[in-house]
């Protein structure tokens, strides 16, 4: 397996990627009635043969859990209060449903207290897992979706400021899980950054290095004979890069779907020594 450049891509990118005459859309709100469905079909169409098979399973199985959770009232006015409701919701739909260490896995965590739940999330946001939560840190992490995904969609588009050079999500922090270029409506041609945690999407300019807001270092790379599927963004100016997923190319694309079922373009990307910009809150867990 080996990296190639794009030409087509890279061709596509000198365009200023919006349609004459319109204007960019800023920000997508989610709709968490329908992502984590929409998620958990696109995991099981893309898992066979792909060497993370087994993981995007489980990782559909999750998502169909938030599916049946999302349709349940809030209790909470906030997401930091909401999230351990969804918790237990979410341990109670998987109950029975796993392979026996993911049920003992879900049965001991249903069983801890609060305070080691709240510890645990906080190391998950703030990125400093321990090798112990890995075994845990996938349900914590399917619940903070769902309570922060709840969150967004309950905010009005105008009430959010967002930047068309943000690199962080404008709702909730978050680095972005890849960059979508859209095709067709209202946001054809145009590149969002996707949230991993509350699910917004905001644009952000094309051509431009996400990191360090760079032009002229920039190449698109993608593996040899997939060149319809996943592309990375790397940048030589600061040696990072993004994940980039274009929609025409891969219809019913879910940025964490796709970007999970295409982890061998970061290894060979990172063996270049580029650095990811954001992180897949399920592959970190997965590896
Ligand atoms: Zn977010
Ligand atoms: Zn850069």
Redesign the pocket.
């Known amino acids: 397996m080996s990296l190639h450049p794009s030409d087509d891509t890279a061709a596509a990118m000198e365009a200023a990627g919006l349609v004459p005459g319109q204007s960019p859309v800023p920000l997508r709100l989610p709709d968490p009635g329908r992502l984590f469905q929409a998620r958990a079909g696109r995991l099981r169409q893309l898992a066979p043969g792909n060497p993370l098979e087994d993981w995007m399973g489980f990782v559909a199985c999750l998502s169909d859990a938030q599916h049946l959770v999302a349709a349940q009232p809030a209790r909470a006015d906030s997401p930091e209060q909401q999230w351990r409701h969804d918790l237990a919701a979410l341990l109670q739909e998987l109950a029975g449903r796993l392979p026996q260490t993911a049920e003992a896995a879900r049965a001991a965590l249903a069983g801890s207290s609060a305070a080691e739940q709240e510890a645990l999330a906080g190391r998950i946001i703030g990125g400093q897992l321990e090798a112990a939560d890995m075994i845990h840190a996938p349900f914590v992490m399917a619940a903070l979706q769902l309570a ?1 995904s709840r969150h ?1 969609a309950s905010l009005t588009p105008g009430s959010i400021a967002a930047t068309a050079t943000a690199r ?7 680095a972005p899980v890849a960059g979508v270029i859209h095709s067709g409506g209202e946001v054809e041609g145009q590149r969002h950054l996707h ?6 999407a905001w644009h952000h300019v094309r051509a431009t290095c996400v990191s360090c807001g760079d032009a002229k270092d920039l190449s698109y790379q993608s593996i040899d004979g997939q060149e319809g599927g996943a592309q990375a963004e790397t940048c030589d100016g600061c040696r990072s890069y993004l994940k980039l997923l274009v929609e025409k190319k891969a219809l019913g694309l879910d940025p964490i779907a796709d970007d999970l079922a295409s982890l061998a373009l970061d290894i060979l990307v990172s063996e270049e020594n580029y650095q990811r910009i954001g992180i897949n809150p399920f592959l970190l867990m997965g590896e």
């Open positions: 922060w967004a962080a999500c404008p709702v909730c922090g978050s949230c991993g945690l509350c699910h917004t």
